[in-house]
């Protein structure tokens, strides 16, 4: 029972869920691949995606805010959820008809498709409340339970996805709608976790709202720039390119995803424990050890998927999807500065610095915009797995060198490894 119960605190069960959580998403993304020909495999995409970036713009950065101040003034967590139901509802609302009016404007959609888009926009405000949620439930350090959330909205949707290709109900209606319930069970889980720790009451209190968005607005621009790296090509693909280069590039995507549950679990700890350390030497290791586990333990992994590649991927995803092999290993070699990224952006917002990662993110984002517009329209999708491994290595160094300049260390003090460093035997500060 002991070995049993690591699993539900901190890393262990952070490590566990996260790879639960990207083997469903890896699960559906190879039940799709055989499911469906790359143009549909795309345009399915396409009416995922705009929905989930709407979300992303709305979130405005309150999130990490929320994290930061419930622990610390827990007398004010009415009022914290108090905004993050309105921002949820109202703005969320909002943005969620401003999209059904614009998006289809960019995007030339199949009738069926554009149906689908209209009927997922009503995941925006939902996806907005059950992150709010998640993030109270990480700032008071449930990690468990923060895993928790995060685990049924994948699941379920792999679960969903698997169902019907099962009983043979291949179309993007029906993977749309289990997609739209999973979202909605999700949040339900979210909102209970919330009720059942805090209690909240309605409380509007102006002092706080100024405080939050204050804070908020610094995260903003990192989470933000940081997202748009992550789903800007395939925004940008959706209206530039066929839905078939689309295709072949998730594919390519959700090929290279398997790596990413090391660094999204380090990442997830690594906000609590730099926030929590005493002081400033003690939150130094704690980013240090953080990223160095994430080197150590990603690089290898990364090394075997690349030579793999070749003949895994066509087994996985199928035969139609040969041309997704070359970008899956130029985006395998990418994972490293992605998954690091996350990593030293969560150890500056600990640090204090909030709006230094969204300074590394900006500037990364203007690397992919730029590169976008012009290797796209002559490489294709080719343009855009580079792109994006020019963009993630970019913002890497850009944040260590904000991590030497906040702590005062050395550059090759990020690459000084130690076993004894990386695993003491007592618990860090």
Not at 339 to 344: A, D, E, P, R
Request: aromatic letters at 14%; one cysteine or more; charged letters at 10%.
């Amino acid at each position: 029972m002991k070995f049993l119960k690591i699993f539900t605190q901190g890393l262990p069960n952070t490590l566990l869920i996260t790879a639960c959580v990207v083997a469903s998403g890896f699960l559906s993304g190879v039940i799709l691949g055989h499911a469906l020909a790359p143009t549909l495999r795309g345009e399915f995409a396409a009416v995922l995606l705009w929905p989930s970036v709407l979300a992303i713009l709305g979130e405005l950065g309150l999130g990490f805010a929320f994290s930061f101040y419930v622990e610390k003034e827990k007398d004010k967590i009415d009022a914290l959820w108090t905004i993050a139901c309105l921002v949820s509802f109202v703005w969320g609302g909002m943005l969620a008809i401003a999209g059904g009016m614009a998006i289809p404007l960019l995007v030339h959609f199949s009738s069926s498709a554009r149906i689908c888009l209209m009927w997922n926009l009503v995941t925006v405000p939902l996806s907005l409340l059950s992150g709010y949620a998640a993030l109270f439930l990480l700032g008071t350090n449930r990690i468990f339970q923060y895993n928790v959330v995060r685990l049924l909205n994948a699941s379920l949707y792999s679960l969903g996805v698997v169902l019907l290709f099962f009983f043979h109900r291949i179309t993007i209606e029906n993977f749309t709608f289990v997609y739209i319930l999973s979202v909605i069970i999700g949040c339900v889980v979210a909102v209970g976790f919330i009720f059942k720790y805090f209690k909240p009451k309605w409380q509007w209190q102006v002092e706080v709202v100024k405080r939050v968005f204050l804070y908020g607005g610094k995260t903003y621009l990192s989470s933000l720039a940081s997202q748009m790296n992550l789903r800007f090509d395939q925004l940008y693909m959706s209206s530039a390119v066929s839905f078939e280069q689309l295709g072949f590039y998730v594919v390519a995507v959700s090929f290279s995803s398997m790596i990413m549950p090391l660094f999204v679990s380090l990442a997830i700890v690594t906000l609590p424990r730099v926030t929590l350390a005493k002081d400033l030497s003690a939150k130094t290791e704690q980013t240090i050890r953080y990223f160095q586990l994430g080197l150590i333990t990603g690089i290898p992994p990364m090394i075997v998927a690349i030579i793999i590649a070749p003949w895994l991927l066509p087994i996985l995803f199928s035969i139609k999807y040969t041309h997704s092999i070359l970008l899956a290993q130029i985006l395998l070699a990418g994972v490293i500065f992605q998954g690091s990224n996350v990593i030293l952006g969560h150890a500056l917002r600990g640090l204090g610095h909030p709006g230094k990662p969204a300074i590394a993110e900006g500037m990364g984002l203007i690397v992919t915009i730029v590169l976008l517009l012009w290797l796209v329209p002559i490489y294709g999708a080719l343009g855009a797995a580079l792109t994006s491994l020019a963009a993630y290595a970019l913002v890497t160094f850009a944040q260590l060198y904000f991590v030497k300049q906040v702590t005062k260390i050395k550059i090759y003090d990020f690459f000084m490894f130690s076993i004894k460093f990386l695993f003491p035997t007592k618990r860090p500060s």
